[in-house]
């Protein structure tokens, strides 16, 4: 499989932003791993003595336990949607190369601020998934994007409503799309005034892109919504001139 190679189609500084708080932010669990003691408590079957805090052992006659922190890394979702019927007159195949060249530069840029990312598609065949908590395991993603093929004929706000339902403690979703229905429209507002943070990033062909006041964009944005739009010219524009510095001077077909 050919890798896809990361489209920095915008800076996104509030994402980042919002990731390096997230991580600053982020819960912990009990466990053994650390150093800082989260609590003790009676001992319980299973206990390992190690653990034991024999100072206050000693002074209340009853093993005591220690537990430590241990953090929880916060996980972002990416929901793939590469709906190739609302692209045209983009061919199938390029289409499919600027879907998930802006997907891989996503994926990575959550990955490297620290969160593991989700990854989730629906294709024809059904649902599939990856997952990655590293950055060492980003080829996993970059496999996944290069394997994936065009959304089935599944119902967009049905797959989001049932995947934050399935990850109910995600906190951070983002939806890569090129087409965007009122149903749609509803569950992720829905979804932001709940709490969640929703990023909505829109793939657009030759059409104009819209405008931040279009109605049915103004929902979403009074809910909280991020939305960036990535525009296919200046990706078609940047790849026929990667391939015109090619020694063989080989081009794109428009």
């Given at each position: 499989?050919?890798?896809?190679?990361?489209?920095?189609?915008?800076?996104?500084?509030?994402?980042?932003?919002?990731?390096?708080?997230?991580?600053?932010?982020?819960?912990?669990?009990?466990?053994?791993?650390?150093?800082?003691?989260?609590?003790?408590?009676?001992?319980?079957?299973?206990?390992?003595?190690?653990?034991?805090?024999?100072?206050?052992?000693?002074?209340?006659?009853?093993?005591?336990?220690?537990?430590?922190?241990?953090?929880?890394?916060?996980?972002?979702?990416?929901?793939?949607?590469?709906?190739?019927?609302?692209?045209?007159?983009?061919?199938?195949?390029?289409?499919?190369?600027?879907?998930?060249?802006?997907?891989?530069?996503?994926?990575?840029?959550?990955?490297?601020?620290?969160?593991?990312?989700?990854?989730?598609?629906?294709?024809?065949?059904?649902?599939?998934?990856?997952?990655?908590?590293?950055?060492?395991?980003?080829?996993?993603?970059?496999?996944?994007?290069?394997?994936?093929?065009?959304?089935?004929?599944?119902?967009?706000?049905?797959?989001?409503?049932?995947?934050?339902?399935?990850?109910?403690?995600?906190?951070?979703?983002?939806?890569?799309?090129?087409?965007?229905?009122?149903?749609?429209?509803?569950?992720?507002?829905?979804?932001?005034?709940?709490?969640?943070?929703?990023w909505l990033f829109l793939?657009?062909?030759?059409?104009?892109?819209?405008?931040?006041?279009?109605?049915s964009l103004l929902p979403?944005?009074?809910?909280?919504?991020?939305?960036?739009?990535?525009?296919?010219?200046?990706?078609?524009?940047?790849?026929?001139?990667?391939?015109?510095?090619?020694?063989?001077?080989?081009?794109?077909?428009?």
């Amino acid at each position: 499989a050919v890798l896809p190679a990361a489209y920095a189609f915008a800076r996104l500084p509030e994402l980042t932003a919002l990731l390096r708080e997230q991580q600053q932010q982020r819960s912990w669990k009990p466990g053994s791993d650390l150093d800082t003691i989260a609590d003790i408590r009676q001992q319980q079957p299973g206990d390992a003595l190690k653990r034991a805090h024999w100072k206050l052992t000693a002074r209340m006659d009853e093993l005591m336990i220690r537990e430590f922190e241990n953090p929880l890394q916060q996980e972002t979702m990416i929901l793939c949607d590469m709906a190739h019927q609302a692209a045209s007159p983009i061919s199938q195949q390029l289409y499919s190369d600027f879907f998930c060249d802006s997907a891989a530069y996503l994926s990575s840029l959550i990955l490297h601020e620290g969160s593991a990312v989700r990854m989730i598609a629906w294709t024809g065949e059904g649902r599939i998934e990856t997952a990655a908590t590293h950055s060492g395991q980003e080829s996993d993603l970059l496999l996944f994007l290069a394997r994936l093929s065009a959304s089935g004929h599944w119902q967009p706000e049905r797959l989001i409503e049932e995947e934050l339902a399935r990850y109910p403690n995600t906190r951070i979703f983002c939806y890569i799309t090129s087409r965007l229905q009122e149903a749609t429209i509803r569950q992720l507002t829905l979804n932001a005034l709940d709490g969640r943070d929703i990023w909505l990033f829109l793939l657009r062909g030759n059409e104009p892109i819209p405008d931040d006041q279009d109605m049915s964009l103004l929902p979403l944005l009074q809910a909280g919504v991020n939305i960036h739009t990535i525009d296919f010219d200046p990706y078609r524009a940047g790849r026929t001139g990667q391939e015109a510095s090619r020694p063989d001077g080989k081009g794109v077909a428009g």
